[in-house]
């Protein structure tokens, strides 16, 4: 019998070099994994197959139990005893940690941070990248600004463990907002208030650029909510899909 075929693996290993190949450890499955989440083709609520995956990255369960290990830390998958890996499937209050987290994260960066040369670059940079965006009403370029402003906010902490916990937070609400259909147009709404922003912290108006991201990253939650709660309905947290076996359309089973 043919072994099971998962085409977004199957693709993530061509795309790769051969040294990423060929080592088979759980930090880079991780990275594989964790990309593949990021980018969508692994859903909110999929269950990760050992026996598949082991088989299209060529490791044993051991060594892809510890590459899910990562991602259990990074809270982008978890475990249920008996029934497998899952991806996370977030809900409304994970949405509202989320914000809650990036409330003081964020602006605490901006007010304290060290504003390098190469800072300022990367913010004009993705200042340069916004505008284009807007002018062109290219809503793909506008979210991977908005992504880009924001870690650039949080790099100015010169804190590689800051900058880590960020990106799983934005992760963490890119998942959310697949599971709670909440189109990523969203991030069209807050362009302008990016490039205020960036315009204040290269000014060195770094006590305003702080402010004015708290009052945002609250205006973004409230607005994420709403958009979610259309019927004032309270989504729960990590459900456990009841097509476990599935993921795109691809039966994850072992078979």
């Known amino acids: 019998m043919d072994k099971p075929v998962i085409p977004e693996l199957l693709n993530a290993i061509e795309d790769s070099d051969d040294e990423q190949l060929h080592a088979h450890t759980p930090t880079r499955i991780a990275t594989e994994l964790r990309r593949l989440i990021c980018q969508g083709s692994l859903e909110p609520g999929a269950k990760l197959s050992e026996e598949t995956i082991a088989a299209e990255f060529e490791v044993s369960r051991n060594t892809l139990r510890e590459a899910f290990t990562i991602l259990v830390g990074e809270d982008l998958v978890f475990k249920v005893p008996n029934r497998g890996v899952f991806v996370i499937d977030p809900g409304i209050r994970d949405v509202q940690e989320i914000y809650q987290a990036r409330r003081f994260l964020e602006p605490s960066a901006i007010l304290w941070g060290q504003l390098t040369p190469e800072l300022t670059d990367t913010l004009q940079h993705v200042a340069d990248q916004t505008r284009r965006g807007i002018a062109q009403e290219n809503l793909e370029a506008i979210e991977e600004a908005d992504r880009n402003f924001h870690i650039a ?14 990106e799983r937070l934005l992760t963490q609400l890119g998942l959310a907002f697949q599971s709670l259909n909440i189109s990523p147009s969203i991030h069209e ?23 004015g991201l708290h009052r945002y990253l609250g205006l973004a939650e409230n607005m994420v909510l709403q958009y979610a709660l259309p019927d004032g309905e309270v989504v729960t947290t990590k459900q456990i899909p009841k097509q476990e076996a599935m993921t795109n359309g691809h039966d994850l089973s072992p078979h």
């Open 189 to 211: 709404a807050f362009a302008q208030q990016n490039l205020a922003i960036i315009a204040r912290i290269l000014a060195g108006e770094r006590i305003d650029a702080s402010r």
């Open 153 to 166: 906010a949080v790099a100015l902490a010169g804190s590689t463990t800051m900058s880590l916990a960020l």
